[in-house]
């Protein structure tokens, strides 16, 4: 669309709220960005964006932002100076290679997707870049869906059902600590359901943004999500609900199951989730007896403390034990990070070429270990090292140990300010060729602006690098677009290339189905739903769905994080540098109930001090019933907020890359005491 010299080009929302991903019409002039608005004709989307991807115009001409390369010779000093691209790329290849391979490390965030989530050519190409040079890499999904996901994989259930389909069909529909504010393009579809009559419960530690869609809302106590969903399933088998065919053709472990589910009552889980006995019981026989049900877990927060992977182990046991897989309207919903039926791409990471060596596991708590005893260089991609780790006092010794630290990105963030040696700029979502793609779609995302300054796309960065370190193998196509058709050359995607999707006016509708398992063939090695797993035994972990107690504390008030529609993970300096989400989230807000309130002296507003045994958070507070008492609850992504959690290891390090994607989360649990400030 063109107009004299202004025209409308169509692009994606650089935010990864997967699996909604925004569509977004973006008009220019002369180089100049003019405006950004929804794209009605996106079919995800329709038309809707947020407040944080009204926010991304901020990003182009934001005088905070990075435009040079940059070094400083002591940390802890503001005391940056401008050098030249060629000078920057040597000091790191150098310092690399005196390093040795094994003690060089990168790390990359959601920054680096941000114009090619679903699609992962930047995830893949710093892989493949690892891989041939044979330096450690860590996967991103540690620090967000990958620890939820594993529970749902041992028992079987990795793919969902698309909102279309929960729109269309779902007469139940189960929001257990989904929040629309990580997906809001499903509030639509939600809307839809109810509109047919369908039943919505919101199942949370909160009042989310989620229960106004509601028709119940349960608030359990955090980290107690597997003790609900054993109550329920006692409740099913123990009545006679459960859908015996599905289970004899398609389940393996029934009988061992139905035994241990004896001892799991509804007033057993009632100790445990602080919920009434009835209560389960009446949200057990609802789930069994409407069908189609369809259950949305949480992609990321729901499953952040040490039993976080036990509640999806036990949630994804309820479809199948009442048949509400395969079909229209059932199973689990959209997730983040999670993949329709047929949906795929091709890989260019390179994993053969890997060379043997002394690598550590995708595992948080090995990672912190490593930056202290073993890494010394450290090359950091689109994130924000410090805030997305937990019990970032251990994560800041080894920050500190390092010879150099490198970091990529559009502005400079908390590690960079506080640890980095060299900040290279970064290209915004406009400045380079990217396509994203959601549980039903790929989109293109053409580059529409120059670089800013001297932004360079983190591809150019690893080529530069690529060729002083003698990787000749590293990036054997000869145009950008180059990694992008090698990995849409899928059947899923019908073959796309960019000249094909470009052709096609930028959107391709992809070849999946939007019902999970068609073929009742399940992620297990049985290819069934596994109540009872020899593979989760064989890992030392349990063979049935269990629920384990958080660690006791002598700290009395359970502390959870989350997404609110104003932030999503360290984008953009958490928010802070682009002025409408900064004066929407100024500063760190706890939730808390009003009887821990009045029994602390403390007023809705008042400045507070969150304490535990591993630090302290200054915060204001918001005195409100939308949460329990003996639950506090905040936003992520704060300064200092990881300083009160605990970071020790959820699963063995032998089970980490059980999956496809790494699972190797830590701890992010806590528990404090609130006082004024």
Request: net charge neutral.
């Amino acid at each position: 669309m063109e107009t004299g010299g202004r025209r409308t080009v169509r692009t994606m929302c650089p935010m990864n709220c997967h699996p909604t991903l925004c569509g977004m019409l973006v008009d220019v002039e002369d180089g100049r960005l003019l405006d950004v608005r929804g794209d009605p004709d996106n079919p995800d989307s329709q038309g809707f964006l947020c407040i944080r991807g009204h926010a991304s115009r901020e990003i182009i001409g934001n005088p905070r932002r990075l435009l040079h390369p940059l070094v400083r010779d002591a940390r802890g000093r503001d005391a940056w100076r401008p050098v030249s691209w060629e000078s920057a790329l040597d000091l790191i290849a150098e310092r690399m290679q005196r390093a040795g391979r094994e003690a060089v490390a990168t790390w990359s965030g959601h920054g680096l997707f941000a114009n090619n989530y679903g699609t992962r050519v930047g995830s893949h190409l710093l892989r493949r870049f690892s891989n041939l040079y044979g330096c450690q890499w860590w996967s991103p999904t540690i620090i967000c869906w990958g620890l939820g996901a594993f529970g749902l994989g041992l028992t079987g259930i990795l793919e969902t059902n698309t909102k279309e389909d929960m729109g269309r069909h779902a007469e139940l529909v189960l929001l257990w600590g989904a929040n629309l504010a990580s997906q809001p393009n499903t509030a639509r579809h939600l809307v839809a359901a109810r509109r047919r009559g369908a039943r919505v419960v919101t199942i949370d530690v909160r009042h989310t943004e989620a229960a106004a869609q509601s028709d119940d809302v349960l608030l359990l106590r955090p980290g107690t999500d597997a003790a609900l969903a054993l109550g329920m399933m006692h409740v099913i088998v123990r009545e006679g609900l459960h859908d015996r065919a599905f289970v004899h053709a398609h389940t393996v472990g029934f009988d061992a199951l139905a035994a241990h589910l004896d001892a799991h009552t509804p007033a057993w889980a009632a100790s445990i989730t602080g919920l009434a006995a009835e209560r389960i019981a009446a949200l057990a026989r609802t789930y069994a007896t409407t069908r189609p049900a369809m259950i949305l877990v949480g992609g990321s927060s729901m499953h952040k403390g040490a039993n976080g992977w036990q509640g999806g182990r036990a949630i994804a046991c309820l479809p199948a034990l009442t048949g509400n897989l395969g079909m229209a309207g059932g199973g689990l919903g959209p997730r983040h990070g999670s993949a329709t039926h047929g949906q795929a791409l091709a890989s260019i990471v390179a994993q053969e070429r890997r060379p043997p060596g002394h690598y550590v596991p995708n595992q948080m708590a090995r990672i912190a270990e490593a930056l202290v005893e073993r890494v010394r260089v450290l090359l950091l991609f689109g994130t924000d090292l410090v805030s997305s780790f937990a019990d970032v006092g251990h994560v800041e010794a080894g920050l500190a140990r390092q010879d150099l630290i490198v970091t990529h990105d559009l502005f400079m963030n908390d590690t960079t300010r506080r640890f980095a040696d060299v900040a290279l700029p970064a290209t915004a979502w406009l400045e380079e060729l990217g396509c994203k793609s959601t549980n039903t779609h790929l989109y293109l995302m053409p580059p529409v602006l120059e670089p800013s300054g001297e932004a360079r796309s983190a591809t150019w960065v690893m080529r530069e690098l690529a060729r002083r370190l003698g990787l000749t193998e590293f990036y054997p196509w000869t145009s950008d677009e180059g990694p992008l058709d090698a990995i849409l050359d899928h059947p899923a995607t019908g073959y796309a290339t960019v000249g094909a999707l470009r052709a096609e006016g930028g959107m391709r509708a992809l070849r999946i189905s939007h019902v999970a398992y068609p073929d009742h063939r399940f992620d297990t090695p049985s290819g069934k739903v596994e109540f009872y797993s020899e593979r989760a035994l064989r890992l030392g972990l349990p063979a049935l769905p269990v629920h384990e107690d958080l660690p006791a504390s002598r700290y009395p008030l359970a502390f959870r994080q989350g997404r609110t529609l104003t932030h999503f993970h360290g984008f953009y300096d958490h928010g802070r540098a682009l002025p409408s989400l900064a004066a929407a989230d100024p500063e760190p807000v706890v939730w808390i109930a009003p009887a821990d309130a009045a029994a602390r002296g403390i007023a809705d507003g008042a400045a507070v001090r969150l304490e535990n045994e591993r630090g302290e958070l200054r915060a204001r507070a918001h005195v409100t019933s939308r949460i329990p008492a003996g639950t506090v609850w905040m936003r992520d992504g704060w300064d200092g907020l990881n300083r009160l959690t605990s970071g020790r290891a959820v699963i063995p390090d032998e089970a980490v890359d059980l999956f496809a994607f790494s699972a190797g989360q830590a701890a992010f649990d806590a528990s404090v005491e609130i006082r004024p400030a």
